[in-house]
């Protein structure tokens, strides 16, 4: 049976996994004079970079390490020893961030960012272009979707007007992205039939109860945060203890995600569970896939991905 990851990494930017050295932020790399404009920037919602060296896939590679080594570290701060018991909001909390850099790491896997620009951001980006077209326009500060295209060596930069902030724009553009991949898959042989299931499970999951935009974990994060729903915090009303030793249960890493059910209870928290436990899966799948396909068994998730990865198994080992 194919696995998520022989389809993932078809959509890799070019030489992703051979990188065996990932440099800094993508963020930081924009102060640097290492891009040009195909254009003056007219548009203050949008802009292109091309014409830059080829090292900006350790840029790629750095995003995707950061966010998946975040993922990882969120799960390790997990308290096991809470099984069965009442006060899980932490660890429902925790569960969601994981889950959150997971799914930012899954997109940057496949060159898409979603990130900030404040002003030292968008001021270095002005003053980078002004060398090359004098008249043109500062870009907005805000949330961005970034691109990046390996093969014509560019980079699209295009603002979001999601409101809601940047977890709602964020699940917005993983939803799309999971939406793309399905298309995609539709067009392909009956092998790949399992994966465009699961994925179309994950996606109607992300939009469960009228959440449209794909943030269905974060409303249930909001809403224990800051409504203390579903009785993990004192004084644990109407909490169901069942409930809380199945969101244990879902701690499985080694596990082909394909074969996880997403749909098939009625529990919140368990349906929570299951869906941040299938996108941290396919997240580390797609790691253990780059270290795999590196060349020259070098690669840059060798050290701080691959020692917090044997960390959370020998954690999670330890508690069954």
Same mark, same amino acid.
Do not use: C
């Given at each position: !049976?194919?696995?998520?990851?022989?389809?993932? $990494?078809?959509?890799?930017?070019?030489?992703?996994?051979?990188?065996?050295?990932?440099?800094?932020?993508?963020?930081?790399?924009?102060?640097? &004079?290492?891009?040009?404009?195909?254009?003056?920037?007219?548009?203050?919602?949008?802009?292109?970079?091309?014409?830059? %060296?080829?090292?900006?896939?350790?840029?790629?590679?750095?995003?995707? +390490?950061r966010m998946a080594c975040a993922s990882l570290e969120s799960h390790l701060a997990l308290d096991l020893s809470l099984k069965g018991k009442k006060n899980l909001a932490w660890t429902i909390i925790k569960l969601y961030y994981s889950a959150y850099y997971a799914a930012h790491a899954i997109m940057r896997s496949m060159g898409r960012f979603c990130v900030h620009l404040d002003s030292p951001a968008t001021s270095a980006v002005l003053r980078n272009a002004k060398i090359f077209f004098p008249n043109s326009l500062r870009p907005k500060n805000g949330n961005y979707l970034v691109k990046y295209n390996a093969d014509i060596n560019s980079i699209d930069f295009i603002r979001s007007n999601t409101p809601g902030g940047a977890h709602m724009f964020f699940w917005e553009e993983f939803k799309a992205l999971i939406g793309y991949l399905m298309d995609e898959l539709g067009n392909k042989s009956t092998a790949y039939q399992r994966i465009l299931l699961s994925l179309s499970d994950l996606k109607d999951c992300l939009s469960k109860d009228g959440n449209n935009m794909g943030n269905w &974990?974060?409303?249930? $994060?909001?809403?224990?945060?800051?409504?203390?729903?579903?009785?993990?915090?004192?004084?644990?009303?109407?909490?169901? $203890?069942?409930?809380?030793?199945?969101?244990?249960?879902?701690?499985?890493?080694?596990?082909?995600?394909? !074969?996880?059910?997403?749909? %098939?209870?009625? %529990?919140?928290?368990?349906?929570?569970? %299951?869906?941040?436990?299938?996108?941290?899966?396919? !997240?580390? +799948?797609i790691g253990n896939e780059l270290i795999k396909r590196n060349s020259i068994n070098r690669s840059f998730l060798n050290r701080s991905f691959r020692y917090l990865l044997r960390k959370l198994y020998q954690n999670l080992h330890s508690r069954k």
């Open positions: !049976m194919l696995t998520f990851s022989d389809f993932a $990494r078809q959509y890799w930017p070019n030489g992703l996994n051979d990188v065996s050295y990932a440099s800094f932020k993508l963020n930081e790399w924009l102060h640097s &004079l290492d891009y040009e404009f195909i254009s003056e920037l007219d548009d203050d919602e949008s802009f292109t970079l091309s014409n830059f %060296s080829k090292s900006f896939i350790n840029v790629n590679a750095f995003e995707f +390490e &974990l974060s409303v249930v $994060r909001n809403d224990i945060t800051y409504q203390h729903k579903y009785g993990v915090w004192y004084p644990h009303k109407n909490y169901n $203890r069942g409930d809380g030793y199945k969101v244990f249960q879902t701690f499985q890493l080694n596990i082909n995600p394909l !074969m996880i059910n997403l749909i %098939s209870t009625n %529990s919140i928290l368990h349906q929570f569970g %299951s869906i941040t436990n299938y996108i941290i899966v396919l !997240m580390v +799948e």
